[in-house]
C-alpha cells in the first residue's frame, strides 16, 4: 500500500461528511474542526472502543465525567499555572511564532529562512481563562481543563470511597479538553479544542515500575487490535529533558504519520506528585489506608493519555487504501468494524414498490443492533464504491429473487465476495462477520 497522503484523507473527509473547517461559512475558524455525521458515528466508535477495553473488560476501572471549568486552585496545586507553558519564538523578519522546541533548526527561522531572526523564547501557558459569573476580574477567573486528569485526582477519595476499589485501581474518563495550542494544524491532529481519553492507575508506590510496563504494552496492542499495522507504531521513551514537571518517566506511543513520526498516546508515571500536590494545596488527606499490612500510602499513579481525535487521524490513515474492482479505481477505508461509522448498509436492487417493504423490514430488524445505512439510489456497484470509501464492512442487498426464496447477499468490504444468506440467519451471519 502506498503512504497515504493527509490530503486524500482530509479531501474524503470533507467530500463524505466525516469532518468540516468549523465555521466554514464564515471563512472558517482557524484549526477547528466539526464532525459531520459519520465523523460523529465514528468519534463515538472510538471514544466506546476504548471505554470497552479500559473500563467494560475490567473489574479494576471505573468511569467518571468531571467539569471542564475549574478553579484556578486546582490548577495552582497541579502545576500547571506555573509550568504548563511551551517555550515560544518570534521571527523578526516574518512575525510569524513558533514553538521553540519544535524548530527542527533553532537558528532559522522555516516559513521565510531568516538566520538569526528569533526573539528569546518565553513561556507561553496554554491554559485558557474565563470568568464565571456577571462580573470579571480577579475572584472569578476559572480555567478550562488542559488535560482531563485533574478531575481524576481531586475526585481520588469520592471515588475510592464510592466504588470501593483497592489499588491496584483506576479512574477513566473521555471528554474535552482545552489548550491554547501556538501552532495548532495537521488537520486534527493538534487543535485547540479536542478530547482525550485518560486512565489515571493508582498504584502501591512499590509496582510503579512494572504497571507502567504493563501500560505501555496494553496501549500499544490497543491499536494494534483496532487494525493499525504494527509497522506504523512504536513506544519512544522520552529523554530526561522533554518530561513533564510531574513525570519520573514517559512513553510516546508514535504514529507513522504522512508527516514522519508523531505522538498518539503517551504514558506518564506521575509518581505521587498529584495528590500529594491536592492534599498539599487542599489540606485534605489523599492517601490509601492498606488494613491487610497495616500501612498508609500516598499510591503512585501511570497514567495512559490518549487523544480521541488524533486517534481517529491515525485509524482513517491507516485504513485509508485504494485499489481496482474490474478495472475501476476504488478508494476504501479498510476501518476496523468497530470503529466504521456504518456496519451494515442495506441496498434494495430497485426502488420499486415490491422490493421496499421487505428492504425496509431487514433495516428496521438489522438497526435494532447496529448502526446501519439505507441507500436506494443510483447503481448498485456505485453504491458499493460509495460504502466502501466510508469503511462500511457488509452490504447487503436486496433483490427481487429475495421476495421467492427469502434470502439476501452480504457483500464483504475487503474481499468484494458475495454470499447468499437465508434473512433468518441474518442476524447471526452479519454478528458473525463483525465479531459482534
Ligand atoms: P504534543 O507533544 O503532541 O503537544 P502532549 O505531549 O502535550 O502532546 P499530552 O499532554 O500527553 O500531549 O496529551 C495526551 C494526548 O492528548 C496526546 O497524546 C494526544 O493524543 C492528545 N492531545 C494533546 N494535545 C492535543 C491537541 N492540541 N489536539 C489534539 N489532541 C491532543
Redesign the pocket.
Known sequence: MAATELDQVVNLCKRRGFVYPSAEIYGGFRSSYDYGPLGSLMLRNVREAWIRTMVQQRDDVVLIDAAILAPPQVFEASGHLANFSDPLVDCTKCKQRFREDHLIDPTTCPNCGAVGSFTEARAFNLMFKTYAGPVEGQGAEVYMRP?TAQGMFVNFLNVQQTSRKKPPFGIAQVGK?F?N?IT?GNF?????E?E?M?LEFFVPPAESAQWYDYWCTARLQWYIDLGIPAEMLMLRPHDADEL?HYSSGTS?IEFMYPWGW?????V?QRTDYDLKQHAAHSGQKLDYFDQANNERYVPYVIEP???V???MAAFLLAAYDEDEIDGEKRSILRLHPRLAPYKVAVLPLSKKDTLTPLAREIYAKLADRYMVDYDDTQSIGKRYRRQDEVGTPLCVTVDFESLEDGAVTIRDRDTTQQVRVPIADLLTEVGARLGF
Open positions: 488535560e479538553s489548550r495550542e495548532p486534527i491532529f493538534r487543535t485547540r479536542f482525550q485518560e513533564s510516546d508523531g505522538e498518539l498516546e503517551g506518564a493519555a490518549a487523544g481525535n488524533r486517534a
